[in-house]
């Protein structure tokens, strides 16, 4: 019986292996020479006599407001706005660029030539100002080159109704990186 059971376990064993094996030759899909699958984003579009951009939109569209939740309401705006003309008002401070989401506002500064070496203090005092025309706010200053250049971008996204999806992660990881660059002396 032992035999038995031992030559029908190797035969059925023998017989599984042989047809998985079977599948896997030329001539099971001899249409499919790579052997892989192309999976693309948006690989289909509702009129595909239309063409497209990489990302799907139609070329010929109607330029639509976003309407995403990213979206800054005009509220936002304004007080973006407010809140650089404040920063302007700072002695020193040559220009400022600010974006709001929610109750966060990131504020980036050029400063003067004459007031370079005291960037801090001239943040600490932007930032005063910001806080006392419009409280509420969680305002973060920085004058970091690279930092404003990226409040530069978001804001200019913003103003041309681009819509920015990612806004609060931005301005999420500008407001880090802003501490992080209060903090790398100290580190």
Do not use: W
């Amino acid at each position: 019986m032992n035999k038995v059971l031992t030559k029908v376990t190797a035969v059925s064993l023998v017989v599984v292996l042989a047809g998985s094996l079977a599948a896997c030759t030329n001539t099971a899909a001899p249409n499919n020479t790579s052997r892989t699958q192309n999976y693309r984003v948006n690989q289909y579009q509702a009129n595909p006599t239309v063409p497209r951009y990489n990302d799907g939109a139609y070329v010929n569209r109607t330029p639509q407001p976003p309407s995403n939740t990213a979206q800054l309401n005009t509220t936002e705006r304004a007080a973006a706005d407010r809140m650089a003309r404040t920063a302007m008002k700072v002695p020193g401070v040559a220009h400022a660029t600010a974006v709001v989401n929610g109750k966060d506002a990131v504020i980036g500064l050029d400063t003067t030539s004459a007031a370079a070496q005291d960037k801090r203090a001239i943040e600490h005092k932007v930032a005063n100002a910001v806080k006392k025309a419009e409280p509420g706010y969680n305002v973060h200053v920085t004058t970091d080159a690279q930092l404003h250049q990226r409040i530069r971008t978001l804001n200019t996204q913003v103003q041309t109704g681009h819509p920015v999806r990612t806004l609060a992660n931005d301005v999420g990881v500008i407001i880090k990186d802003i501490g992080r660059a209060v903090t790398a002396p100290f580190r």
